[in-house]
């Protein structure tokens, strides 16, 4: 165990700063959100507009755009969570079974769409399992923004997945980053579980 903690640090160290500030301000705010400290969007904020240019850089636009929409979100975060302060904290909430299912009706529909168009006119690695995971996470942040219990669901499906692409486009690092991830997201669940319990004894006794 010890020699596996001394590798990823060995490996982390070589990254160039940048990348490495990415990485932790990233798990920072996994941390942060598990937590439900507003400033896990500050962190966001700041690893996602490193990502842009990061994976702009790489010629990975897609992804690239895709740290542009977390980085708006990331702003929409802190407004919601922030409104919640003024009064009563913004309480984890847990949204009915069929929002879920249109939502993921929706996003296997539009994946399918985009992944045949990036499988027909690019080159791009795994297409359909790309736009999947890609308007998934578009989904869950959304989620995560308004404190939404499932999302954890959501970001754990996500994540596993993620690992195999990064790890297989020899991208070890972020592949290392989503295990941590996927390490991480149970705790965050059980976390806003007993949070959304708590709040839910309150507001409704007897």
Same mark, same amino acid.
């Given at each position: 165990?010890?020699?596996?903690?001394?590798?990823?640090?060995?490996?982390?160290?070589?990254?160039?700063?940048?990348?490495?500030?990415?990485?932790?301000?990233?798990?920072?705010?996994?941390?942060?959100?598990?937590?439900?400290?507003?400033?896990?969007?500050?962190?966001?904020?700041?690893?996602?507009?490193?990502?842009?240019?990061?994976?702009?850089?790489?010629?990975?636009?897609?992804?690239?755009?895709?740290?542009?929409?977390?980085?708006?979100?990331?702003?929409?975060?802190?407004?919601?969570?922030?409104?919640?302060?003024?009064?009563?904290?913004?309480?984890?909430?847990?949204?009915?079974?069929?929002?879920? %299912? $249109?939502? #993921?009706? *929706?996003? @296997?529909?539009?994946? +399918?769409? !985009?992944?045949?168009?990036?499988?027909?006119?690019?080159? &791009?690695?795994?297409?359909?399992?790309?736009?999947?995971?890609?308007?998934?996470?578009?989904?869950?942040?959304?989620?995560?923004?308004?404190?939404?219990?499932?999302?954890?669901?959501?970001?754990?499906?996500?994540?596993?997945?993620?690992?195999?692409?990064?790890?297989?486009?020899?991208?070890?690092?972020?592949?290392?980053?989503?295990? %941590? $991830?996927? #390490?991480? *997201?149970? @705790?965050?669940?059980? +976390?806003? !579980?007993?949070?959304?319990?708590?709040?839910?004894?309150? &507001?409704?006794?007897?």
């Amino acid at each position: 165990m010890q020699l596996l903690v001394a590798g990823i640090v060995e490996y982390y160290g070589e990254l160039p700063r940048t990348e490495l500030a990415a990485v932790v301000l990233a798990v920072a705010y996994l941390v942060l959100a598990i937590r439900q400290n507003i400033w896990c969007w500050f962190c966001a904020a700041i690893s996602t507009a490193i990502f842009v240019v990061l994976f702009a850089r790489a010629n990975l636009y897609m992804e690239s755009l895709l740290n542009v929409f977390y980085f708006g979100m990331a702003i929409y975060g802190w407004s919601v969570w922030r409104s919640g302060e003024t009064d009563d904290e913004l309480p984890v909430s847990v949204w009915p079974i069929h929002v879920h %299912v $249109y939502a #993921v009706s *929706i996003i @296997i529909c539009v994946a +399918a769409a !985009t992944g045949f168009l990036l499988a027909k006119f690019t080159h &791009a690695a795994y297409p359909y399992i790309d736009s999947a995971t890609t308007y998934a996470a578009i989904w869950a942040t959304f989620l995560v923004a308004r404190k939404i219990l499932e999302n954890w669901w959501y970001w754990l499906a996500i994540d596993a997945v993620s690992v195999f692409i990064y790890w297989t486009r020899g991208l070890e690092a972020t592949a290392v980053l989503f295990v %941590v $991830y996927v #390490v991480l *997201i149970p @705790i965050g669940l059980v +976390a806003w !579980t007993r949070s959304y319990r708590q709040h839910h004894v309150v &507001a409704v006794p007897g």
